[in-house]
Protein backbone atom coordinates (compact mmCIF):
# COMPACT_ATOMS: atom_id res chain seq x y z
CA UNK A 1 0.00 0.00 0.00
CA UNK A 2 1.19 3.61 -1.12
CA UNK A 3 0.80 6.67 1.38
CA UNK A 4 0.90 9.77 -0.56
CA UNK A 5 1.22 13.14 1.22
CA UNK A 6 1.27 10.75 4.79
CA UNK A 7 1.84 13.41 7.14
CA UNK A 8 2.37 12.34 10.80
CA UNK A 9 1.75 8.81 9.44
CA UNK A 10 -1.86 8.17 11.37
CA UNK A 11 -3.34 6.20 8.68
CA UNK A 12 -0.28 4.22 7.60
CA UNK A 13 0.60 3.28 11.16
CA UNK A 14 -3.47 2.69 11.77
CA UNK A 15 -3.29 0.21 8.96
CA UNK A 16 0.03 -1.25 9.55
CA UNK A 17 -0.66 -2.14 13.48
CA UNK A 18 -4.46 -3.48 12.28
CA UNK A 19 -3.24 -5.32 8.74
CA UNK A 20 -0.05 -6.99 10.29
CA UNK A 21 0.83 -9.02 6.56
CA UNK A 22 0.26 -5.29 4.72
CA UNK A 23 3.52 -3.18 3.85
CA UNK A 24 2.92 0.22 3.70
CA UNK A 25 5.20 3.18 2.22
CA UNK A 26 4.28 6.73 3.46
CA UNK A 27 5.86 9.76 1.50
CA UNK A 28 5.35 13.43 2.36
CA UNK A 29 7.03 16.32 1.12
CA UNK A 30 7.48 17.79 4.91
CA UNK A 31 10.73 16.70 6.82
CA UNK A 32 9.65 17.39 9.98
CA UNK A 33 6.52 15.27 9.25
CA UNK A 34 7.98 12.21 8.20
CA UNK A 35 10.91 12.47 11.58
CA UNK A 36 7.54 12.23 13.16
CA UNK A 37 6.06 9.74 11.34
CA UNK A 38 8.96 7.59 11.62
CA UNK A 39 9.11 8.35 15.39
CA UNK A 40 5.86 7.07 16.21
CA UNK A 41 6.45 4.06 13.82
CA UNK A 42 9.32 2.77 15.98
CA UNK A 43 7.85 3.86 19.40
CA UNK A 44 4.65 1.74 18.42
CA UNK A 45 7.23 -1.10 17.14
CA UNK A 46 5.64 -0.90 13.65
CA UNK A 47 7.92 -2.33 11.56
CA UNK A 48 5.35 -3.18 7.81
CA UNK A 49 5.94 0.79 7.37
CA UNK A 50 8.35 2.86 5.78
CA UNK A 51 8.26 6.11 5.40
CA UNK A 52 10.07 8.47 2.66
CA UNK A 53 10.58 12.18 2.12
CA UNK A 54 9.10 12.55 -1.28
CA UNK A 55 6.67 15.06 -3.31
CA UNK A 56 3.79 13.31 -5.07
CA UNK A 57 4.60 14.73 -8.45
CA UNK A 58 8.35 13.61 -8.23
CA UNK A 59 8.33 10.60 -6.37
CA UNK A 60 9.88 7.88 -8.02
CA UNK A 61 7.03 5.09 -8.22
CA UNK A 62 9.48 1.69 -8.78
CA UNK A 63 7.15 -0.79 -7.07
CA UNK A 64 3.59 -2.29 -7.86
CA UNK A 65 0.99 -1.57 -5.28
CA UNK A 66 -1.98 -3.50 -4.65
CA UNK A 67 -3.65 -0.16 -3.21
CA UNK A 68 -2.95 3.62 -2.83
CA UNK A 69 -4.34 6.54 -1.39
CA UNK A 70 -4.40 10.46 -0.97
CA UNK A 71 -6.14 12.03 1.58
CA UNK A 72 -7.03 15.95 0.74
CA UNK A 73 -4.04 15.99 -1.51
CA UNK A 74 -5.06 16.49 -4.76
CA UNK A 75 -6.26 20.18 -4.36
CA UNK A 76 -2.78 21.03 -3.28
CA UNK A 77 -1.27 19.83 -6.61
CA UNK A 78 -1.24 21.87 -9.74
CA UNK A 79 -3.53 21.32 -12.21
CA UNK A 80 -1.32 20.59 -15.16
CA UNK A 81 0.25 17.77 -12.61
CA UNK A 82 -2.61 16.04 -11.42
CA UNK A 83 -3.27 13.99 -14.57
CA UNK A 84 0.30 13.09 -15.07
CA UNK A 85 0.33 11.85 -11.46
CA UNK A 86 -2.39 9.65 -11.58
CA UNK A 87 -1.12 7.98 -14.63
CA UNK A 88 1.78 7.11 -13.11
CA UNK A 89 -0.20 5.96 -10.35
CA UNK A 90 -2.66 3.69 -12.57
CA UNK A 91 0.66 2.62 -14.23
CA UNK A 92 2.27 0.90 -10.76
CA UNK A 93 -1.25 -0.63 -9.41
CA UNK A 94 -1.40 -4.27 -9.92
CA UNK A 95 -4.62 -5.55 -11.49
CA UNK A 96 -7.55 -4.61 -9.87
CA UNK A 97 -5.85 -2.21 -7.54
CA UNK A 98 -7.22 0.41 -5.43
CA UNK A 99 -6.86 4.06 -5.96
CA UNK A 100 -8.62 6.04 -3.12
CA UNK A 101 -8.41 9.74 -3.02
CA UNK A 102 -10.27 12.13 -0.90
CA UNK A 103 -10.79 15.88 -1.48
CA UNK A 104 -12.48 18.86 -1.64
CA UNK A 105 -15.36 19.05 -4.25
CA UNK A 106 -16.73 22.49 -5.70
CA UNK A 107 -20.02 22.39 -4.40
CA UNK A 108 -21.96 23.57 -2.20
CA UNK A 109 -19.93 26.65 -2.76
CA UNK A 110 -20.57 27.84 1.18
CA UNK A 111 -18.82 24.53 1.85
CA UNK A 112 -16.12 25.26 -1.00
CA UNK A 113 -15.52 28.85 1.12
CA UNK A 114 -14.98 27.15 4.40
CA UNK A 115 -12.32 24.66 3.09
CA UNK A 116 -10.56 27.52 1.25
CA UNK A 117 -10.19 29.61 4.13
CA UNK A 118 -8.99 26.99 6.31
CA UNK A 119 -6.31 26.22 3.51
CA UNK A 120 -5.47 29.91 3.32
CA UNK A 121 -5.14 29.66 7.00
CA UNK A 122 -2.77 26.66 6.84
CA UNK A 123 -0.86 28.39 4.21
CA UNK A 124 -1.84 31.66 2.32
CA UNK A 125 0.80 31.69 -0.15
CA UNK A 126 -0.60 28.38 -1.53
CA UNK A 127 -3.45 28.34 -4.26
CA UNK A 128 -5.91 25.37 -4.08
CA UNK A 129 -6.53 23.70 -7.12
CA UNK A 130 -10.45 22.41 -6.61
CA UNK A 131 -11.85 19.96 -9.00
CA UNK A 132 -15.62 19.54 -9.83
CA UNK A 133 -16.69 15.98 -9.34
CA UNK A 134 -17.63 15.54 -12.88
CA UNK A 135 -13.97 16.57 -13.97
CA UNK A 136 -12.17 14.64 -11.89
CA UNK A 137 -14.07 11.47 -12.22
CA UNK A 138 -14.08 11.92 -15.87
CA UNK A 139 -9.81 11.95 -15.69
CA UNK A 140 -10.02 9.30 -13.94
CA UNK A 141 -12.28 7.27 -15.98
CA UNK A 142 -10.00 8.46 -19.27
CA UNK A 143 -7.01 6.67 -17.58
CA UNK A 144 -8.60 3.60 -16.78
CA UNK A 145 -10.39 3.00 -14.03
CA UNK A 146 -13.72 2.58 -12.86
CA UNK A 147 -14.81 5.29 -10.77
CA UNK A 148 -17.28 5.14 -7.82
CA UNK A 149 -17.67 8.69 -5.63
CA UNK A 150 -19.30 9.18 -2.50
CA UNK A 151 -20.15 12.55 -0.75
CA UNK A 152 -19.05 12.69 3.08
CA UNK A 153 -21.16 14.58 5.23
CA UNK A 154 -19.81 16.11 8.35
CA UNK A 155 -20.59 18.59 11.54
CA UNK A 156 -18.21 20.85 9.80
CA UNK A 157 -19.04 22.36 6.34
CA UNK A 158 -16.71 20.54 4.19
CA UNK A 159 -17.34 19.41 1.02
CA UNK A 160 -15.19 16.32 1.06
CA UNK A 161 -15.56 13.63 -1.37
CA UNK A 162 -14.26 10.09 -1.35
CA UNK A 163 -13.58 8.82 -4.94
CA UNK A 164 -12.80 4.78 -5.20
CA UNK A 165 -11.64 3.81 -8.32
CA UNK A 166 -10.51 0.38 -9.48
CA UNK A 167 -8.09 -0.39 -12.15
CA UNK A 168 -9.25 -2.03 -15.31
Not at 17 to 24: E, S, T, V, Y
Not at 118 to 144: I, V
Request: aromatic fraction near 10%.
Amino acid sequence: MLDIGCGFGLFSLYFAQNLGKLAITGIDINTDRIDAARMAAQKLNVINVQYEIGDAISYSLESKYDSIYMLDIVHHIPREAVRPLLARLHSVLTDKGKLIIKDVQTKPKYKLLFTWLLDKLMNWRATPHYWEKHELSKTLQNLGFEVYTHNMNDILPYPHIIYICLKN
